[in-house]
């Protein structure tokens, strides 16, 4: 049981450029979620859905896009990369949105030079 | 101020000592979860709590609702038990947008 599967694991990209970050879960949760985690800040909540075809904004959204096509699969994108972007970015997912655990990703290190 | 407060920021001890790290939330909460990350490593849930306790292994969480206050214990503390501790509440009311997250206490355990 693979749980929360996030690709890739590491990557650098140059200022302007463009990556999506895959999160896939198999565990059929309805909730997905995209945080970014800086130093000495909690993480914090980029984009969630609630389900297939669904995306809301969350605290700090600007200068990402998200999809959820799939009900497994939940993509993050960075359009035009800054150096403010650089941060562990990290999936979860849940059964519930609330009364339930969430299910963490091992995250993706992404540095913008 | 930060709805999620948690102390020690970094924290020190020898093998076998009794941990604690404390969790204090100024909103109102459905649940609260206490996470661990390893250095390196992902995030896994440890417990979710509404009231009251539970234990698990070597590890307690206990809640306050009234006091809006909750802890974490690790009795006989181990080196593998280093790692960042996160408390995170979901806020009551506050629809599907996940959890609220303290910065987390950086545990290290000395053999």
């Known amino acids: 049981n693979a749980g929360v599967t996030q690709t890739p694991k590491f990557r650098v990209l140059k200022t302007g450029q463009s990556m999506t970050l895959l999160c896939a879960q198999d565990?059929?949760?309805?909730?997905m979620y995209w945080y970014r985690q800086d130093p000495g800040m909690g993480l914090r909540l980029i984009h969630y859905?609630?389900?297939?075809?669904?995306?809301a904004k969350g605290e700090v959204p600007d200068g990402y896009n998200v999809s959820r096509l799939k009900k497994q699969n939940f993509l993050l994108g960075l359009e035009s990369a800054a150096p403010s972007q650089t941060s562990v970015y990290f999936c979860?997912?849940?059964?519930?949105?609330?009364?339930?655990?969430?299910?963490f990703g091992q995250g993706t290190r992404l540095t913008v030079v | 101020k930060n709805e999620v407060e948690q102390s020690p920021q970094n924290l020190t001890a020898q093998e076998g000592e009794f941990i604690t790290i404390n969790c204090s939330y100024s909103v109102g909460i459905s649940a609260l979860h206490w996470l661990q990350q390893h250095p390196g490593g992902g995030i896994v849930s440890l417990f979710m709590?509404?009231?009251g306790k539970k234990k698990h292994g070597r590890l307690i969480a206990t809640i306050n609702i009234q006091e809006k206050h909750s802890s974490l214990h690790i009795t006989a503390s181990h080196p593998r038990d280093s790692a960042v501790y996160i408390c995170a509440v979901r806020r009551s009311g506050g629809g599907a947008d996940g959890l609220t997250f303290g910065k987390g206490t950086h545990l290290i355990i000395q053999p």
């Open positions: 565990m059929n949760h309805e909730y």
């Open positions: 979860a997912s849940s059964h519930e949105w609330q009364g339930t655990e969430a299910f």
């Open positions: 709590l509404s009231s």
């Open positions: 859905s609630v389900g297939e075809g669904t995306t």
